[in-house]
């Protein structure tokens, strides 16, 4: 009878852990896939991986990481000008399209707890450094957290923690750019 309660106990903690994670763009993320793997599956990231895809960078958010992706949704990159989305997926732009997706990467895996403390501790703004070569900010608007691009635009987080098997999501409002 104890190992019957306890495999009970045991399959009912699995089911509260999995049911932790945030679904996104309606559909269900889990810890055990890989960030592109989850990602295909969300209807609000659809414009995200058709340019992961574009830049070729498939493999390596598949890969090991760890990787914390601030990831814009569609209607972030509705915001950009007219026809910058459709001209960053040409071909001829693959290395702009990188830099600007690679930009929205850091090499760790950083739960939000960790980003509201590391603001904390550097008295409300905290340097961000991306796996394209840029800095961003990393700063507190009340409870939300934000990030600050080279540009000067201002990315909300509007879903936290979205856990993957290699990482970290964290859905953003707003295309992070690079300084000019």
């Known amino acids: 009878m104890k190992a019957f309660a306890l495999a009970a106990?045991?399959?009912l903690t699995a089911s509260a852990a999995l049911a932790a994670n945030p679904e996104v763009g309606g559909a269900p993320m889990f810890e055990d896939k890989n960030i592109v793997e989850n990602a295909v599956n969300?209807?609000?990231?659809?414009?995200?991986?058709?340019?992961?895809?574009?830049?070729g960078l498939v493999e390596t958010l598949s890969g090991e990481g760890p990787?914390?992706?601030?990831?814009?949704?569609?209607a972030a990159f509705e915001k950009l000008p007219a026809g910058t989305v459709e001209t960053l997926l040409k071909p001829e732009n693959k290395d702009q399209l990188t830099k600007i997706l690679t930009c929205h990467v850091v090499?760790?895996?950083?739960?939000?707890?960790a980003i509201v403390k590391m603001i904390a501790d550097d008295k409300g703004m905290h340097p961000v450094k991306t796996v394209g070569g840029c800095e961003f900010t990393a700063m507190m608007d009340g409870d939300k957290v934000q990030i600050k691009d080279?540009?000067?635009?201002?990315?909300?987080?509007?879903?936290?923690?979205?856990?993957?098997?290699n990482g970290v999501i964290h859905v953003i409002d707003t295309v992070l750019l690079p300084a000019s």
Do not use: E, Y
Request: net charge negative; proline share 2%; glycine share 6%.
């Open 9 to 11: 106990l045991l399959g």
């Open 42 to 55: 969300s209807k609000d990231h659809t414009t995200l991986v058709a340019a992961v895809q574009a830049a």
């Open 67 to 74: 990787f914390t992706v601030f990831a814009p949704t569609n």
């Open 107 to 113: 090499a760790a895996n950083a739960m939000s707890d």
């Open 150 to 165: 080279g540009q000067g635009n201002v990315a909300t987080v509007t879903i936290a923690d979205v856990k993957q098997s």
